[in-house]
Each structure stands twice: as C-alpha cells, then as structure tokens.
C-alpha cells in the first residue's frame, strides 16, 4: 500500500470512530432521559443526574472547543463564509455551555453538603 492510501484509511477509521463515540453518547443521554420520564429517581439519583449533567456540559464544550481549532478545514471544504460563521456560532455556543456549566456549580455545592439528620 501507499502511503497515501494508509493515511486515507487511518484518517476514515478517525472519522468513523469520531462519529461513533458521539452516536454512543447521544444513545446513552437518550436512555438518561427515558429514565428520567419514565422511572422514579430517589433523591441520590437525581443528585447525581445533575452531576452528571454538570460533567456532560463540561465535556461538550471541551468537544465544541475541539472542533473549533478544526475550523479551518471546515473552510477548506465549504468556503471561508461558512468557515467563519460556524466558527462564530462554536464560539457562542462554547460560551454558553461554558456558562450552563458554571450555572450549576452552586447546586453542586448544595448537594454536596449532606443532611446531618
């Protein structure tokens, strides 16, 4: 094989393992969410739900921060306007899941701290 060939196939086993990864996570938030409809959480399961909640927030951005350094090959392929607008739109939704984030942090605080009943 070629060199160029071998890049060509490691680059589409990133692509599909990439696409992969963020299909599981969403079929795995799906399945939170039923839960969350369908079942009766007690309170330390709906504790952690916002934890968990708070770590999925923090790890999207960390995701959209990721394909933000990517823009350039994203202009590469559809054109410097929609290069700069889509790294635009990351930008303000990086800031905002960033916020959501910190939102959350007084209510981690709050179940952090246990009863003493």
Do not use: F, W, Y
Not at 83 to 100: F, I, M, P, V, Y
Request: charge should be negative; include cysteine.
């Amino acid at each position: 094989m070629t060199v160029l060939v071998e890049e060509k196939m490691r680059e589409r086993a990133g692509e599909a393992a990439l696409t992969d990864a963020l299909d599981a996570a969403q079929s795995l938030l799906a399945d939170a969410l039923t839960t969350l409809h369908t079942g009766t959480p007690d309170a330390d399961e709906l504790s952690e739900a916002v934890c968990g909640t708070h770590r999925v927030i923090t790890t999207l951005a960390d995701v959209v921060e990721a394909v933000l350094e990517h823009a350039p090959t994203i202009a590469e392929g559809h054109g410097p306007d929609v290069g700069k607008e889509l790294a635009a739109d990351l930008r303000a939704l990086h800031g905002r899941l960033t916020s959501g984030a910190l939102l959350l942090a007084p209510a981690l605080d709050d179940l952090a701290q246990r009863p003493t009943n």
